[in-house]
């Protein structure tokens, strides 16, 4: 019953400020992994189109990471099921070698691979960051409880907390660079 929403988001070092880059509110009777592949698909579209897509487990998974290699794509997220708790990680263990087959059996070793590197929990460290994010819109921007009904209502109160969240951010960005900027005219 109700709706749930899918959010990304840039996360690249260099950027002077993260902006959310797509939103998707969809029944919340659906799993996250059917949500994979058209959340890419809305961000190629928009000319987001990421090289790596940083996921949780939910939207993880061999016939997603086939399908997003497929789109020049790489997945980075744990191997959903029991056997990703076992997975071997040592510190001589490398990730694999190219891209992710686009065959969903290969993709599943190529995953697991992955997953077993010495640098798989670096790489996949930088996911927290979508947490705080769904945390800001949620608590800042009231995101938990909405106070509409229906999905038209629904989707444009979503859409118009994330512009609002991406609006705060890239004036607190200029400002800290205008602050910058005065500070070093001043010196």
Not at 36 to 58: F, H, M, R, Y
Not at 120 to 129: E, H, L, N, T
């Amino acid at each position: 019953k109700g709706y749930e929403t899918q959010v990304a988001e840039t996360c690249t070092e260099g950027n002077a400020v993260q902006l959310i880059t797509e939103v998707e509110v969809t029944p919340s009777c659906g799993s996250d992994a059917t949500q994979t592949i058209p959340v890419v698909n809305a961000l190629a579209e928009a000319g987001w189109k990421p090289k790596e897509l940083v996921a949780d487990t939910g939207f993880g998974g061999a016939s997603n990471a086939a399908a997003l290699s497929e789109r020049g794509v790489t997945l980075v997220a744990p191997v959903p099921g029991p056997t990703h708790s076992k997975l071997p990680r040592e510190e001589g263990n490398v990730g694999p070698e190219g891209p992710c087959p686009k065959e969903e059996k290969e993709a599943l070793a190529w995953l697991r691979q992955q997953e077993a590197a010495a640098d798989f929990p670096k790489r996949y460290a930088i996911r927290s960051g979508i947490e705080s994010t769904n945390a800001e819109l949620k608590h800042r921007h009231g995101m938990k409880k909405l106070r509409v009904r229906g999905e038209k209502r629904v989707k444009l109160s979503v859409y118009l907390k994330a512009a609002a969240c991406n609006l705060k951010r890239a004036l607190r960005a200029w400002l800290a660079r205008e602050q910058t900027a005065a500070g070093a005219a001043l010196a």
